[in-house]
């Protein structure tokens, strides 16, 4: 033989208890900010969550355990870990500290904290946010608590009879959680036994019952198992007569529930931790069951949708609550469809997750993330990514500046990685190299070089390594087998972590250039070498000028003792013929400085 017990009441609250958990571990583990909880006593800490472990470069299991100060000074020093300190039971407050990772990278944060007890305990949890970057909204605040233990199922249940002075005449065997010999009760009744200890309140409400004489159902105390500890009982009994029709007692059961009470507890109590811990988020939070209403909601949200707040009442479809979103919070971009919410809403409910980017009226930017919990739910969490969205729109202009200046300049614009390979040029380039731009990104820029350029690139880019900037010349390849000259001016480029990514430089096509100084070179060289030969013909043509110039002087000197005659005039003939020899080439060389001027064209005759 055997006996049944009707469970479903602790299936039930077993189910609650998971539903619970769920929820609180879609909190903990979904929360975009690191969770650190401790024991206010040594400090030490009991739980954090991934996103905490990852940020500071350990395992869980490395942290878990040790003191705080590890992680707020790069030497653990307790100067620097008594912000952790400073948050006091009394209330949640913040302050801004600095983390230390595992590899010694300074990350600012901010610390919010609090003080809760727990099972008997006090526990400090820690929400900790990097606030580093405030380029990206803050995802999270959350917080921890124990993982609960399934509650073993156990048939509780002991049947037994009274007579109609209500004293125990039959007890059925111990069973389940029933350990207390039945020899003990018999003959005894069912208020006032010493050693279940029974409260004068229960002991009242069940000796009402017994001598009522009629049926009662789930009258529930607490009693002591042998052991001593505190067990929670139900009562349930009908009563039962003889042949004449007299009241001989009751026949009934009594049932062990103190699993189910333990379970409705911890329920209730991880059910205002998860309540509690929403409110210290800073971002909005919103929990659906599975029949898409509204469970709860944190503080934040309704402060975020104040105009709408007589809808975020539990039990509030989500479909109501979008439209109101829709009426009164969510600005409607021009072509948005407008069901998106409601599309975006249905498929993290059928897919597990969906994300949407909405802009609010009062002009903040939203990231609203749904999460499908265990239990069939929803968990939606928004973070204002304002500042996000304003740094993006303005890196957005900026880049748009960029590439126009980019595209309409003539100068060439050459990224390439750290290990030369092109990343990115603009037209100049590709006119250049009279190659489309296709060709260009993906490769070396050693493949557009001779091996004498290519030495000087190798140098240069040495130089870039070590951060140093400056300009060079070299001759880059084209597919006709032509070369052209560039002077290059490079700078090498950062990451925001300080790490070399690579280097660009500005290119300027001086072939012409090169092309003129080399004409110029050879202009001039032609020009010295007429100077030169000018310069000889003078020296020679001075000479002859001063022969018959002496020659002249020489006869105007003997005219002047000579009186007139044949002598005298043959001396005047000799100097007539003199001065016309030194006129003569006085004659070319003037015929000369007109052709070095440009003043005659002369003309070259057989």
Known sequence: SGSLSDISEVKELELAARQSED????????????????????????????????????????????????????????????????????GAQSVERIHYAKDGTAI?????????????????????????ARVEAINALAVSEKRFRDFAEADSDRFWETDESHRYTFMSASSGAMKRPSDQLIGGRPWGVPSHQHSVEDDRAIRQAFESQVAFRNLRYVGTTPDGDNQHLYLSAVPYFDDDGEFAGFRGSTTDETQEVLARQQATKAEKLFLDAIEYLTDSVSIYDADRRLVACNSQARRDFAEMEHLLAPGTSIEEILE??????????????????????????????????????DGRWMSINRYRTIDGGLFIYRTDITAQK????????????????????SEGYWDIDTEAVTRDVNSAVCSILDRPREQIIGRSIFEFVDETSAQVLKEQLEQRAQGMTGPYEIDLSRPDGKNTTCLINATPI??????????????????????????????????????????????????????????AALYVDLLKSLKDGPQRNEVVDKSLSSIAAATGILNALLDISKLDADLVEPKIVD
Not at 81 to 90: A, G, K, S, T
Not at 390 to 409: D, G, I, P, V
């Open 324 to 361: 109101g979103y829709s009426k009164y919070i969510i600005v409607q971009e021009p072509g948005e469809d407008p069901s998106e919410m409601r599309g975006a809403t249905d498929r993290a409910f059928e897919s597990g997750f969906s994300n949407s980017v909405v802009r609010y009226r």
């Open 23 to 90: 929820r609180y571990r879609a909190v903990f583990e979904h929360a975009k900010d690191g969770i650190v909880i401790r024991e206010a006593g040594n400090r030490s800490i009991v739980d954090i969550n991934d996103v905490f472990a990852r940020r500071l470069g350990y395992t869980k299991d490395e942290l878990i355990g040790q003191q705080v100060q590890g992680f707020s000074s790069p030497h653990g020093n307790e100067t620097v870990d008594r912000p952790w300190d400073e948050i006091e039971p009394e």
């Open 390 to 409: 304003l740094a993006e729109q303005e890196l957005f202009e900026s880049q748009n500046k960029m590439t126009e200046l980019l595209a309409r300049t």
């Open 108 to 132: 600012p944060v901010e610390i919010t904290g609090n003080q809760f007890e727990f099972a008997g305990g006090e526990y400090i949890v820690s929400f900790v946010r990097d606030i580093s």
């Open 494 to 551: 950062y990451d925001r972590d300080g790490t070399r990514t690579g280097s660009v430089g500005l290119l300027t096509d001086i072939s012409a250039i090169k092309l003129t100084l080399s004409e110029l070179e050879q202009a001039k060289f032609v020009a010295e070498t007429a100077n030169r030969a000018k310069s000889r013909f003078l020296a020679s043509a001075s000479h002859d000028l001063r022969q018959p110039l002496q020659s």
